[in-house]
């Protein structure tokens, strides 16, 4: 299995969603940087399940302990080592799934894989329940990528059939700071009473819903990719896909731009008072050729509803081969969009500090 990824920033995660605990190790911080730890915390915090109404009743508080490589809050320049501690596991509600494959989950593949060997229990390495460390690193990045003035930001462009409004060509620090501080993060607001709606009745129903992310990258500079396997697109994608429940990723209008003429969606360009050349749309994400234009590259990631869903299901008993009906227990989020977002901009800021790290 590989669990490493990354070249100056390189990240290696371990654990399941059942052991003893979960963590990363990351390695390329360099060597005196002040980490603030209360901000990674905050940014775990987002992740974390908080029993409430979006998010699943297992409580975790994703406390991370700090093995190594950290000493009095600064980067000593050698691996980092944080370990997350697995507390409130219920292994029995997952007894009768060892031969019960569960309809749009990884327990077919990985059990072919695996010959059987694998922890079944709550998904095991295939859980969402890895990506708390995977935050834990980017919470780090976010902060290599501030000293830099980069910063990564996120908001829930859909919900089921409810949609946000799109960023617009430039993203404030207005925004940025409103986005962050919101229990759900969206441009207009007046949606907030409508998402929660559809989330409600999806967890009334046993039941769950999908939805969409709209991520940004601001203060980037132009000439940043390279025009083939190293572009922006195909680092970003690459890990993005390595997240749990992730579908599919578009940058700027993305699949929408089909639809247009190119005189419609081509980003034409000016020099702005300060001479600087900006482009008047940003239809491309920032991103042309695979490298960067300067404004800030924006992607959509498309999110799938939440596999566990407590609703009869029909599904393969693989050792007595028959096909069973599945009803399943335990503990299960109706819908994974608000928690993910915390996921998506961490995966953001590790996959740019590869393009602007030493």
């Not at 980490?35 to 987002?46: G, P, Q, T, Y």
């Not at 607001?189 to 009745?201: F, G, H, L, Q, T």
């Not at 969409?212 to 000439?223: D, F, L, N, P, S």
Request: net charge negative; with cysteine.
């Amino acid at each position: 299995m590989s669990a490493t990824w990354g070249n100056k920033l390189k990240m290696t995660v371990f654990g399941e969603s059942h052991s003893a605990g979960i963590g990363v190790v990351l390695d390329g911080v360099p060597a005196g940087v002040k980490l603030d730890l209360d901000f990674i915390k905050s940014e775990m915090a987002r992740r974390a399940p908080n029993g409430g109404e979006f998010s699943t009743p297992r409580k975790e508080g994703d406390e991370f302990e700090i093995l190594c490589g950290v000493m009095d809050g600064v980067a000593e320049g050698t691996p980092i080592c944080a370990v997350i501690r697995n507390t409130n596991t219920k292994s029995s509600d997952y007894a009768q799934l060892k031969d019960i494959m569960r309809p749009s989950h990884a327990d077919y593949g990985y059990r072919v894989k695996y010959d059987g060997n694998n922890d079944y229990r709550g998904g095991g390495a295939s859980s969402g329940r890895l990506t708390a460390p995977i935050v834990f690193a980017g919470a780090v990045a976010k902060q290599l990528l501030e000293a830099k003035g980069i910063e990564v930001v996120s908001h829930i462009s859909s919900i089921g059939k409810v949609k946000d409004k799109k960023f617009g060509v430039s993203i404030t620090a207005e925004e940025i700071n409103a986005l962050r501080g919101a229990v759900l993060p969206l441009l207009d607001k007046s949606k907030d009473e409508e998402i929660r709606r559809v989330i409600a009745e999806a967890r009334a129903d046993g039941d769950s819903v999908g939805g969409v992310i709209e991520c940004a990258v601001t203060g980037i500079k132009a000439g940043l990719g390279d025009p083939m396997f190293d572009s922006i697109e195909s680092v970003l994608s690459s890990l993005l896909f390595s997240v749990p429940a992730v579908k599919g990723v578009e940058f700027g209008s993305g699949y929408a731009m089909t639809e247009e003429r190119g005189s419609v969606v081509n980003d034409s360009w000016y020099f702005d008072e300060n001479g600087r050349i900006n482009t008047r749309t940003n239809n491309n994400g920032g991103v042309l050729g695979g490298i960067t234009t300067g404004m800030p590259v924006v992607f959509n990631v498309a999110v799938k509803p939440t596999a566990s869903i407590f609703k009869e299901q029909d599904t393969v008993n693989v050792a007595t081969g028959e096909n069973v009906k599945l009803s399943l227990k335990g503990r299960h989020d109706p819908c994974i969009v608000v928690r993910a977002l915390s996921v998506i901009e961490a995966v953001a800021a590790l996959a740019i500090y590869q393009f602007v790290g030493e």
